[in-house]
């Protein structure tokens, strides 16, 4: 199993152009999370979807879109990237919500 | 408005000794509450976890102790390894009482621990 997966791993986007991000997870769960992590923030969750088909807001929505389409798949899109949005981004899935989450290595963007 | 607190960024130990991670929360609907660990250029990983109807859970060198009262954790690391240097995050997340918390969890700002040889 490769668990949770993220692609691309780095990415250097200018102010205005857009971008999404892909999360994949091999383990049939049925919640993804997406949070973005700053210095001395911690993380904090972006959206989150508790099934194929279902999206919701997470404390830090504003500026970003999520899909999934496939209960595999969990794609967060950035529609004009702002250097506010530089940041290193986390996906996570956890089996039902109940349980813990596991975490892809992930995605670290650089809006100039 | 940080819900979830770690106050100390950095906490250094020597191997052998005991290292002791702090956590405060603010929020009383938080009943359940993780520690993940984190390497460089690495995701989270889940380490221990407490529900408020515990005190304590222990799972090998990691304990976790909650003090309901005070909304207080702590993490603590018994012996310390230099493989345990890592930054560690506390994280918390409400009831999940008629299904509404999905699971949602809120994160501290994260301590940097370094085990010296």
């Known amino acids: 199993n490769a668990g949770v997966t993220q692609t691309p791993k780095f990415r250097v986007l200018k102010t205005g152009q857009s971008m999404t991000l892909l999360c994949a997870q091999d383990m049939n769960h049925e919640y993804m999370y997406w949070y973005r992590q700053d210095p001395g923030m911690g993380l904090r969750l972006i959206h989150y979807?508790?099934?194929?088909?279902?999206?919701a807001k997470g404390e830090v929505p504003d500026g970003y879109n999520v899909s999934r389409l496939k209960k595999q798949n969990f794609l967060l899109g950035l529609e004009s990237a702002a250097p506010s949005q530089t940041s290193v981004y986390f996906c996570a899935s956890s089996y039902d919500g109940l349980e813990t989450q596991y975490f892809g290595p992930g995605t670290r963007l650089l809006v100039l | 408005d940080q819900q979830v607190k770690q106050n100390s960024p950095s906490l250094s130990v020597q191997e052998g000794r005991i290292s002791i991670l702090n956590c405060d929360y603010t929020n009383s609907m938080f009943d359940y509450f993780l520690w993940y660990k984190k390497y460089p250029a690495e995701g989270p990983t889940f380490l221990i976890s407490i529900s408020s109807i515990k005190d304590k859970n222990e799972d090998g060198r990691f304990t976790v102790f909650l003090n309901k009262s005070a909304k207080h954790l702590s993490l603590h690391i018994v012996p310390s390894q230099p493989g345990d240097s890592a930054v560690y995050f506390c994280?918390?997340?409400?009831?999940?009482?008629?299904?509404?918390?999905?699971?949602?969890?809120?994160f501290g700002q994260g301590t940097i621990l370094t085990v010296h040889p």
């Open positions: 994280a918390a997340s409400p009831s999940n009482a008629g299904g509404t918390s999905y699971g949602k969890l809120t």
């Open positions: 979807s508790v099934g194929e088909g279902t999206t």
